[in-house]
């Protein structure tokens, strides 16, 4: 795949954008149910126009994002274990 310059400053634009969400979602709270927070939607927006430029790359971000909230849901995640250490499980209200 040929990326043109004008696809790659974009590109790194809103990778940094999406790896910024990632950050903000997994700072989150542990949800009390799956319902998606405003970081959640801008994540999967961001997703949306990487995917415009690169599929695969869109991808990754989605297995990043899938990884991360399976680890928050999981109540034996080795993440939930390190909040309970850290002192820092809350619920998301």
Known sequence: MKLTLANKIELIGLSEKASDLLIKILEEKIPKAEIPTKNDLEFK???????????ILSEGYLKMYNYLQKEKITPKSKYIKQLRINGTTKKRS
Not at 45 to 55: A, C, F, G, K, L
């Open 45 to 55: 927006r961001m997703v949306n126009q990487i995917y415009q430029i690169s599929p």
